[in-house]
């Protein structure tokens, strides 16, 4: 378990966690008046959180699963990352992927956060790769079944 310091400057309480094994905790849309997102619309929408997050972790921004099968809604850079040194409000970047208008209201969950560990890399630049039996094969090469 790590702490993350959040600053909530929303009408809602802090995100949680839903069940005991979840990975994710939802969003809230901290909103003055409702937003339409129209067909193939996109918008940004503010949460009202403000987040530390510690060197080695990122917060992972995606989609809720239920708005995406029941409404077409979704994050189109999903996941979004958050990193440990960024300090504005988190937004979410929803988009309506269906052919009917979706209203979102203040306070409606509309993405989940997951917070991951990541590792740092450094680049070691070689003149070829390892030859593996996959090669340089990709976009379904491996066949449908």
């Not at 993350?4 to 949680?16: Q, V």
């Not at 503010?46 to 994050?75: D, W």
């Not at 970047?93 to 208008?101: P, Q, V, W």
Request: proline fraction near 6%.
């Amino acid at each position: 378990m790590i702490i993350i310091k959040i600053i909530n400057t929303s009408k809602h309480e802090l995100p949680e966690y839903k069940t005991a094994l979840s990975a994710g905790m939802d969003l809230r849309a901290n909103l003055d008046e409702p937003v339409v997102l129209e067909p193939l619309d996109r918008k940004l929408i503010p949460t009202g959180l403000y987040v530390e997050i510690p060197e080695g972790y990122e917060g992972q921004v995606r989609p809720r699963s239920g708005l995406a099968l029941k409404h077409g809604i979704s994050c189109p850079n999903s996941p979004g990352t958050v990193d440990a040194d960024y300090r504005g409000e988190l937004g979410v970047i929803l988009i309506n992927l269906s052919k009917e208008n979706f209203t979102i209201n203040d306070g409606d969950r509309i993405a989940q956060l997951v917070i991951a560990k990541h590792e740092t890399i450094v680049w070691e630049e070689v003149a070829e790769l390892q030859e593996t039996q996959r090669g340089a094969g990709g976009y379904g090469s491996s066949g449908i079944k």
